[in-house]
């Protein structure tokens, strides 16, 4: 079963506005990631977040995690026409090895 | 250095012909991860490998997908006696060590069973 479900399924903005999508998990985690992935093909890291931290930054990017609430956030700030993409959120579980468990992602659209 | 390769990046076959899946991953990388993604869904874990260990093959949908490494080397995945639900987008990715790291996935194969 999923672990990860990300809302909104899809979002569609504007060139400078900001995107935020949500994801949550059901089980103990050791670190939650954010992928983004153009076109259907290869997937790209963007960041990892650990189970003790709370809030990380990375350029245009913020994440959050609420490990009492099992979700997490990521923010894109400024949107660009380029930012757009499908994101996952993949979580690693406690203990074990890196098997990443993937949502059913967000399709952002970021017109000019 | 070089990335995650994977080929072909495009396979039609016919259903119920055998199909052959391959990946390079990142030099020196030790874990090895196989991934199917269908169509607008997410994806699904099927395989992994970590050096010498066996394999963690919890993820294989059925008894017809099967997968090999050598090593630190190469992987294949292999899907015997494809059916239309077999089309998917299949992702390989690798890490340096088995840990809790980012992945570095391929750029994938895209399998259409007609």
């Known amino acids: 079963s999923q672990q990860g479900e990300e809302d909104p399924q899809a979002l569609s903005i504007q060139e400078g506005e900001n995107a935020t999508m949500n994801c949550s998990y059901k089980?103990?985690?050791?670190?939650l990631q954010w992928y983004r992935q153009n076109s259907g093909r290869g997937l790209v890291h963007l960041i990892l977040i650990r189970s003790n931290e709370r809030e990380k930054h990375s350029g245009r990017l913020r994440v959050t995690l609420d490990t009492s609430k099992k979700s997490s956030s990521l923010l894109i700030t400024a949107s660009r026409a380029a930012d757009t993409a499908s994101y996952f959120c993949a979580t690693a579980s406690s203990g074990g090895y890196n098997k990443l468990i993937f949502g059913a992602g967000t399709r952002l659209a970021v017109h000019p | 250095g070089a990335g995650v390769s994977q080929s072909p990046s495009n396979k039609v076959t016919e259903k119920g012909k055998d199909v052959e899946l391959r990946c390079d991953p990142i030099?020196?990388?030790?874990?090895l991860y196989w991934y199917r993604q269908r169509l607008g869904q997410g994806l699904e874990f099927l395989i992994y490998?970590?050096?010498?260990?066996?394999?963690?093959k919890s993820g294989l949908p059925s008894d017809r997908f099967s997968a090999e490494r050598t090593g630190e080397s190469v992987s294949t995945l292999t899907i015997q006696r494809t059916q239309q639900e077999d089309s998917a987008v299949y992702l390989c990715?690798?890490?340096?060590?088995?840990?809790?790291?980012?992945?570095?996935f391929g750029p994938g194969t895209r399998l259409t069973v007609t």
């Open positions: 990715a690798s890490t340096p060590v088995g840990g809790s790291y980012e992945q570095y």
């Open positions: 089980t103990s985690i050791n670190n």
């Open positions: 490998f970590q050096g010498n260990s066996a394999p963690d």
């Open positions: 030099s020196g990388h030790t874990a």
